[in-house]
């Protein structure tokens, strides 16, 4: 009902950026939080940044300073800007939602995940 397609990944060096972009689709009638999700080989998954449909924020504390989360309403889309990239910024990134569909249901999706990996 609800897909959650990411991109924006790749290979940077220590101290490039990246911006990744994740766009909602199928059958919406609003969504609410949109969130970024990294996860590392053997290490769970973990909440690096989210935004509300207002657009107020939240940052992990390893990434505050260094990421900026965003959205368009109208695109149905979130993006995360990433500056200052770490080593251990290496991850996938998984985009979620909350997202109220057409029947009014709410229904909390995932992205498919984009691999950043950030070395020398």
């Known amino acids: 009902q609800v897909q959650l397609v990411e991109s924006g990944g790749g290979l940077v060096q220590p101290g490039g950026s990246l911006r990744l972009s994740c766009a909602a689709s199928g059958s919406i009638f609003s969504i609410y939080n949109m969130n970024w999700y990294h996860q590392a080989p053997g290490e769970q998954r973990e909440l690096v940044a989210s935004?509300?449909?207002?657009?107020?924020?939240n940052y992990g504390d390893s990434v505050k300073g260094r990421f900026t989360i965003s959205r368009d309403n109208a695109k149905n889309t979130v993006y995360m800007q990433m500056n200052s990239l770490k080593p251990e910024d290496t991850a996938v990134y998984y985009c979620?939602?909350?997202?109220?569909?057409?029947?009014?249901?709410?229904?909390?999706?995932w992205g498919q995940g984009t691999q950043v990996t950030v070395s020398s």
């Open positions: 979620n939602a909350d997202v109220k569909i057409i029947s009014r249901a709410i229904v909390n999706s």
């Open positions: 935004i509300t449909s207002e657009g107020s924020t």
